[in-house]
């Protein structure tokens, strides 16, 4: 991230470019509770969220030096076409279309999930805006249990699929709710 993203800046520079997006994650912030705002102040606690966190502030701080209006997009919950295998929403369709039952946690966690096309729109639409610098979140409005998101695809697909909620457990400092407001 650290690395690819200097090159970018770098050539934004040569290219004299007036706009620069990065894009960032909700893994900046840690573990948190609830849905959460821009103010909300970024404590990662792996190193994906602290690599993220370390670009937004080589990003501003490069920006600002060399007059670049910048975006910092942090990303909650995405899906859509040629997300990988292992993330949950198309390893859910994997197995619903190939074998006959799947063991899940309870599927009590509430995320943001927006699809990837309109995350898209949104990029463009930023490029095209005259918003001022800053991180602004990208998420769905809607927060939705991963039990409900689950069930739905699983009645779309095969209504005889056995979905085994509970079976699993929660994650050690699991996140129950995970969303922006």
């Keep these: 991230n650290l690395i690819y993203q ?9 290219a004299k470019i007036k706009k620069f997006i990065g ?6 912030y ?9 103010s909300y102040p970024p404590n990662p606690d792996s190193s994906y969220g602290a690599i993220k966190l370390a670009a937004y502030t080589i990003l501003k701080a490069f920006c600002n030096e060399n007059d670049i209006n910048w975006y ?7 899906f859509g076409e040629r997300e990988s295998e292992n993330w949950l929403i198309p390893s859910s369709v994997k197995n619903i279309l190939y074998s006959k039952e799947m063991n899940l946690t309870s599927g009590e966690q509430q995320y943001s999930y927006l699809y990837i ?3 898209a729109n949104l990029v463009v639409k930023a490029a095209e805006s005259n918003a001022e610098n800053g991180v602004y979140h990208i998420a769905s409005e ?3 249990s991963l039990k409900t ?5 699983k009645n779309y697909l095969d209504p005889d699929f056995r979905l085994n909620f509970g079976y699993i457990p929660y994650r050690r400092n699991q996140s129950m709710i995970n969303g922006s407001i």
């Design 6 to 14: 200097q090159r970018l800046l770098n050539l934004a520079v040569q």
């Design 23 to 28: 894009i960032g994650s909700q893994a900046e």
């Design 30 to 38: 840690g573990k948190f509770e609830g849905k959460i705002d821009e």
């Design 72 to 78: 910092w997009f942090r990303v909650f919950s995405c």
């Design 117 to 119: 096309k309109d995350l």
């Design 142 to 144: 809607n927060l939705r």
């Design 149 to 153: 998101i689950l069930l739905k695809i």
